[in-house]
């Protein structure tokens, strides 16, 4: 039984941080990637980021480069998105999702997802 456990969402001022967690069990990270996608209010649902384990590599959409980083801990199963710099646009629910192997950036190709956890930016 796969789950995926997003948490560490909130309300936060501009130019503050969060770092979302997304507990994961019935999957190991070396046989899926994770991805954090966010869907803002009125907005189509986005790939944030990702990190696949199986090939070393990891996804930042541009508006978060430099601002945002993606990490794992294999011993807690739990993938990590430190967003640092927050804007207000950032303010979306944010899920987690697993994918086989490597990462993908099409939201149809997911094939777990874990509840959304909300984040709110206020200016």
């Known amino acids: 039984d796969v789950q995926l456990q997003a948490s560490g969402g909130g309300l936060v001022q501009s130019g503050g941080s969060l770092r979302l967690s997304c507990a994961a069990s019935g999957v190991t990270f070396d046989d899926y990637a994770i991805g954090w996608i966010r869907q803002a209010p009125g907005k189509e649902r986005e790939v944030v980021s990702c990190i696949s384990y199986s090939d070393n590599t990891a996804y930042y959409t541009d508006s978060v480069k430099g601002r945002f980083t993606i990490s794992g801990d294999n011993a807690k199963n739990t993938v990590y998105l430190q967003m640092n710099s927050l804007k207000d646009e950032d303010t979306a629910v944010y899920y987690c999702?697993?994918?086989?192997?490597?990462?993908?950036?099409?939201?149809?190709?997911?094939?777990?997802w874990g509840q959304g956890t909300l984040v709110t930016v206020s200016s």
């Open positions: 999702g697993a994918h086989a192997v490597f990462y993908t950036l099409s939201i149809l190709e997911y094939d777990y």
